[in-house]
């Protein structure tokens, strides 16, 4: 058997998220329809999060065992030939054997994706949440700028989450403006690991800072007593991309 | 009545093109359904161009009469609560009663997008021609250069077309990497009219170029012994985008 580890891009409109649910086509039951036309066996793949309905991957990790070698740089060409247009392998690596894409990530970035015009634009719906409001940038930076840090996010989780504590470390807010298309604003979050829909209501708040339904002070006052009402509705899943998976691949990378 | 002016964007993907046709869903039947909604009477757009099916707009124009009189300004929020996802009326304006769309257009810009990489990216999918080819940009540049002018592009010219010559006026052709995804390649091209699919074998062309199979000055030869077949194949719709107009809005715009 190999700890095969595949990165892997998606467009999740027409999903309901990675991990395979009852309810409709998901990004892993894709992906290991493919990877069992590759290897003529059921291959189950162990994905770095699961992401929700729409949300899109410009890099999803996700690895599994397989039964017997491809050159990593032959794996995406066999896989790409098979898999549906909206899903594509960026490439491929070895691991060791007792490597899981999920419990050995060290963090992910994510962008959200804000686009601020009177009209929408149906060239870059399928990836930004449309307003008409116009929010205020420098609002949006100050309230980010005390978002990151090891802290209790319990303000930004939506209900159902399984997790024995709502403490996290971000290490990066970045708000930014997309320069080349104008309107368009980039939410950049980074952080070792992330609560139910946490990206999102802090993309919401930070937002809600912008057209000043809630003060950079406010958003302070989420992290020492934390109130999910308080904070900003959750946006939608076309805006979010998860754009990149950390790991110690010195550690876990083999050469085969 | 008022002769009123549309400048809209579409996601072409899922249409036959801007025209009515019998074979499927149009952008101007969308548009016209939907000025329908709003004037309450039947209305007849004229488009700037036909575009083919699968071809995007960041911004088409077209023009109508319409019965009564709305705020320019409010014309693009009436409509874009009716139409669909994937066309919006990003602005609207008035014009003298004589004004047509199309025969008063003074030139048009497009953009043909070519991703090159190893593996496809489902997120630019949708707007741009994948290759595993990565096409030498200097090349594509050189044989750029021959082609500007009033010239006979006869070789550029897909069979079906009804025009009384091949000669056109191009004033620019531009080769340039977007920057910030790498490997994606941005063919510009501004002229005052073009001939059937001339803008998608232009870019089928330049790719040769880049790629070998075709050299520069054979790029310049097709304009001195016009040949359809020497010149590159007519690249992918999806990879297309319309995205300028150009009129000559202080004689033909009126203020109401």
């Not at 409109?13 to 409709?24: A, L, P, R, W």
């Not at 829909?197 to 992290?223: C, D, H, Q, W």
Request: aromatic share 10%.
């Amino acid at each position: 058997m190999y700890k095969l580890v595949l990165e892997s891009r998606y467009d999740g409109t027409d999903f309901v998220g990675f991990q395979i649910q009852d309810n409709g086509r998901s990004v892993q039951g894709v992906l290991e329809e493919a990877l069992r036309e590759i290897y003529k066996t059921d291959i189950d793949l162990t994905g770095c999060s699961r992401t929700d309905s729409g949300v899109h991957a410009a890099c999803h990790v996700s690895s599994a065992d397989v039964p017997f070698f491809i050159p990593s740089e032959k794996v995406p060409l066999a896989l790409n030939a098979v898999l549906p247009p909206d899903v594509a392998v960026k490439s491929a690596w070895y691991a060791k054997e007792d490597f899981n894409a999920r419990f050995m990530s060290l963090g992910k970035r994510y962008i959200y994706r804000i686009y601020s015009s009177p009209v929408r634009d149906p060239l870059i719906a399928r990836y930004s949440f449309h307003t008409p409001y116009a929010p205020d940038i420098s609002l949006m930076k100050e309230a980010a700028s005390y978002m990151t840090g090891t802290l209790d996010y319990a303000s930004f989780c939506a209900a159902g989450g399984s997790q024995n504590t709502t403490v996290r470390t971000v290490t990066e807010v970045n708000v930014t403006e997309d320069g080349k298309i104008p309107g368009l604003i980039l939410i950049e979050v980074k952080g070792e690991s992330f609560l139910y829909n946490m990206v999102r209501i802090m993309a919401g708040t930070l937002f809600y800072a912008g057209i000043g339904k809630i003060s950079p002070e406010e958003v302070k006052m989420l992290f020492e007593m934390p109130d999910r009402k308080k904070a900003g509705k959750t946006l939608p899943a076309c805006g979010l991309t998860l754009e990149e998976v950390y790991y110690d691949k010195e550690r876990w990378m083999v050469q085969l």
